[in-house]
């Protein structure tokens, strides 16, 4: 059983930062994925970001890319979504979620993912 953990998020203006943490704190699986999702109300879940425990290849999501940093610590246990020059548009429920393996067609599907956090609350104040 995978168990993520999401916590950092909060409100902050437009503009501003927020860093998103992701703690696994069972598996030890390292040739899976581990991605951010983020949610609005009345919109479909969208990718957001992914990274590939062992070998860090990353994807973003076309609305994020170049203001959002998907990363892992050392040990792997932790996945970071470091978000920058935040927009009022990125305000939704960001979700963490971790794949069964490695085989994935595509990284910033939902449906690839078996594993999810409970959600963290990011608000953007114009």
């Known amino acids: 059983q995978v168990k993520l953990v999401e916590s950092g998020g909060g409100s902050v203006q437009a503009g501003g930062s927020l860093r998103l943490s992701c703690e696994d704190r069972?598996?030890?699986?390292?040739?899976?994925?581990l991605a951010w999702f983020r949610q609005a109300p009345g919109k479909e879940r969208e990718g957001v970001a992914s990274?590939?425990?062992?070998?860090?290849?990353?994807d973003y999501g076309d609305s994020v890319k170049g203001r959002f940093t998907i990363s892992r610590d050392n040990f792997q246990s932790t996945v970071y979504l470091q978000m920058d020059a935040l927009k009022p548009e990125d305000t939704a429920v960001y979700y963490c979620?971790?794949?069964?393996?490695?085989?994935?067609?595509?990284?910033?599907?939902?449906?690839?993912?078996?594993?999810w956090g409970q959600g963290t609350q990011v608000t953007v104040t114009a």
């Open positions: 979620a971790a794949s069964r393996d490695s085989r994935l067609r595509n990284r910033l599907n939902q449906h690839e993912y078996a594993y």
């Open positions: 069972l598996s030890t699986e390292r040739n899976r994925y």
């Open positions: 990274v590939h425990l062992a070998g860090g290849v990353t």
